[in-house]
């Protein structure tokens, strides 16, 4: 397959895994990820020519870089023993003991592969860590190190990876060259990566004073960043282009502290892009796990001296050995922090296992066995190449599996579960900049504060209020539009909140107002008929939209879920409907007329006809969503205003309107932010997201003025 067309197709299967994973939700979207890149794979045949070069200059130096952006500067600094200790000790323990493990227990693999394939399979996904260990409640102490961890680990695993595998390629290993060339690569890598990146700052500070401070250049200056400083370190220097890119982005990340101040839409247009770049490509590495299985596995499979349910049982050994050396080392550490000071958690099997089991394997180890080459240094074929990919994959998956399936329960709970490939949801993500918050802000669920949805709800809510205020005769029109389109959101928000039993009798209520409303129309469209104040022709068309408003109501009552084919039947007639007035030559504008006048009249006998059925004895007004009551008014009202046929204003006129009731509206939402921050039921964290949502609509409102103003 021509590699755009490639391209093209494995960014539409990233997008796919998304949103199956949010219907899947106990799958990682990783393993949906894999499922579906095996599935091109057998279905198309779709095959990925990997070239070790680019794949790790396009995946691997990005994806570190990001990083390290984000990586935790006040852990780093209250834990950078432990942290730098468990991203290097572990991961040599890990190498060295866990490569003599696999060789003893896999005869089969040589002893240098043995320890390429346990050095690449030592680093963990940092973002799958993070989430996994936050849910399962682990003590600060061991959070901060497996998360820290997790972010420096990538470059040594590589790093030791790369020198295991130079070994069983050229066959030959001399320990004291191995330990000059260690220091050598990481040490130049080390000093390139911090003197590129601190080039890179000294010529964006002074572009920006020359006047250069162009997001969109600032942006794409960033992005190319590391991929500068991987092919500089790798190409120039012969050095370690993982540890350059990851000591350019921490580096980075401490230097850029004060663009959230002088530079606030470059942090947030960079942060934005990195996701999307970041997204892509980790959703891409899985794609090319899955379409690269049949490959490992065939071989494997019709290999004459490996049996296929017994290069399965490798992987479950493979896996088993990391997470025993995993789950002692964090057992000691704890153990050692208890001896040194008993105020500190006592050492527990169960928290270590906890430990070892949110070690994920993600994109770095499956981007880095890719690289693996095909032939060794005399020729011949690199040996059991085929298993290593199948143990490399397997691993890959059952430690997911794993974290997915056994992690809750031993914690006894749902948990999240991201990757770098995640489709984060706001609402509840852990967000990037979290581990800088103050200690007293780390834990946004406090019983006492509401949560983002129902502070959302809060500020919508007074953004209502404020425009309802602000309402008058002459901006009627402008004012319900408004109204209109925050109720939904406010009605989407109540919706997303709530548990099915809560969600059942709030939707019953609202379907029953709803029915009111329509039996209101069609009795005022037929006396309308009967005063022959309109013709049959526009009352039937409209009783026909009133029976079939009816029937989806009455399918998504008894039937919630996709729409039916009788729902799609119904929209195309509407639309062909609509096809036929706009074609009629004759009396199109007259029927036009007839049937606003009628919409007019029919929003207005609704609204009596809910009046009227809340004022019977029978009913109990208290027992209706008040919000349900006051969206469906909104909905009629809005109706009559856009069904009046004298409109006086321009179109200038009114979007000047909704111009200027929208920036009040937004005043009174961040007044509202302030109320809740200052009154203790929210957090900082989210605070800083409201704020961040109404700055991105005010942002928007801003410069679609400046596009009318162009026009």
């Known amino acids: ?38 599935g091109v794979a057998l279905l198309l045949n779709v095959q990925v020519k990997l070239q070790t070069d680019w794949f790790m200059l396009v995946f691997i130096a990005p994806m570190l870089y990001n990083d390290g952006r984000q990586f935790p500067k006040q852990e780093l600094w209250e834990l950078r023993g432990a942290i730098f200790a468990n991203a290097i000790v572990l991961v040599f323990i890990t190498t060295i003991l866990g490569g003599f493990l696999v060789h003893i227990l896999i005869p089969s693999i040589p002893l240098a592969v043995s320890i390429a394939l346990a050095a690449i399979l030592s680093p963990t996904d940092p973002v799958a860590v993070q989430s996994i260990s936050e849910g399962v409640k682990l003590p600060k102490e061991i959070l901060h190190l497996v998360s820290g961890e997790s972010l420096i680990n990538d470059a040594s695993g590589l790093i030791g990876f790369k020198y295991a595998l130079a070994a069983a390629v050229t066959g030959s290993f001399v320990l004291g060259k191995a330990v000059g060339d260690f220091f050598y690569i990481s ?73 959230a101040e002088d530079a606030p839409e470059l942090r947030l247009v960079t942060e934005k892009v990195w996701n999307v770049i970041v997204y892509l490509l980790n959703g891409i590495v899985f794609l090319i796990l899955g379409i690269e299985l049949p490959v490992a596995t065939q071989a494997t499979i019709q290999g004459s001296h490996t049996n296929t349910f017994h290069a399965i049982f490798d992987v479950l050994i493979v896996w088993g050995i990391l997470l025993l050396i995993r789950v002692a080392w964090t057992y000691v550490y704890m153990l050692f922090n208890w001896l040194r000071n008993h105020d500190k958690s006592k050492p527990s099997l169960r928290i270590a296992t906890l ?54 329960l031993m914690a006894a709970k749902s948990l999240p579960f991201m990757t770098r490939g995640s489709s984060l949801d706001d609402d509840d993500a852990v967000m990037a900049a979290g581990p800088d918050l103050p200690e007293d802000e780390e834990d946004g669920d406090q019983p006492e504060q509401i949560t983002y949805k129902q502070a959302r709800i809060y500020v919508l809510q007074l953004a209502v209020r404020n425009i309802e205020e602000h309402r008058r005769p002459e901006n009627q029109r402008a004012a319900y539009d408004l109204i209109l389109d925050q109720q939904f959101q406010i009605r989407r928000l109540e919706v997303a909140s709530q548990t099915a039993d809560e969600l059942a009798p709030m ?61 799609l039947r119904i929209l195309i007639s509407r639309g062909m409907q609509g096809l036929r007035l706009w074609l009629a030559p004759a009396d199109s504008d007259k029927l036009r007329a007839e049937q606003l006048e009628i919409q007019r009249v029919a929003s207005k006998a609704a609204i009596k006809a809910l009046s009227q059925y809340l004022k019977r004895a029978n009913v109990d007004e208290q027992q209706f969503d008040r919000q349900a009551l006051y969206h469906l008014i909104v909905h009629y009202r809005n109706r009559i205003e856009n069904a009046k046929t004298n409109h006086s204003l321009s179109r200038a006129d009114y979007e000047r309107q909704i111009h200027t009731l929208r920036i009040k509206s937004l005043g009174a939402e961040r007044a509202g932010v302030q109320h809740l921050l200052e009154s203790g039921q929210i957090s900082l964290r989210t605070a800083a997201k409201l704020r961040q949502f109404i700055n991105y609509s005010e942002n928007l409102l801003m410069l679609n003025d400046v596009e009318a103003d162009d026009d």
């Open 187 to 259: 040490l130049v890598g080390l000093a390139v990566g911090l003197a590129l990146i601190t080039v890179i700052q000294l010529i964006r500070d002074i572009l920006r004073r020359e006047g250069i401070n162009d997001t969109v250049f600032n942006v794409v200056l960033q992005i190319m960043t590391p991929f500068a400083i991987y092919f500089i370190a790798e190409e120039w220097f012969h050095a370690s282009g993982v540890v350059a890119v990851v000591a350019a982005g921490v580096l980075a990340h401490v230097q850029n502290s004060h663009e």
């Open 1 to 38: 397959m021509p590699i755009i067309e490639l391209v093209i197709l494995l960014a539409c299967l990233v997008l796919l895994s998304n949103v199956l994973s949010h219907y899947l939700v106990a799958i990682p979207v990783s393993l949906i990820q894999v499922g579906l890149g095996l």
């Open 355 to 408: 430990s070892g089991l949110s070690g994920v394997r993600g994109a770095i180890t499956m981007a880095g066995v890719f690289t693996i080459p095909t032939v060794i240094a005399n020729g011949d074929a690199f040996p059991e190449r085929a298993l290593v990919l199948f143990i490399a994959a397997g691993v890959i998956i059952v430690s997911l599996v794993a974290a997915a399936g056994i992690l809750p």
């Open 507 to 567: 939707l019953t209520d609202e379907a029953q107002l709803r029915l009111v409303a329509l039996a209101g129309e069609r009795q005022a469209v037929k006396e309308m008929v009967a005063n022959k104040e309109t013709s049959k022709l526009a009352a039937q068309a409209y009783l026909r939209r009133v029976d079939h408003r009816e029937q989806r109501l009455a399918q998504a009552t008894h039937k919630p879920g996709l729409p039916t084919l009788r729902s």
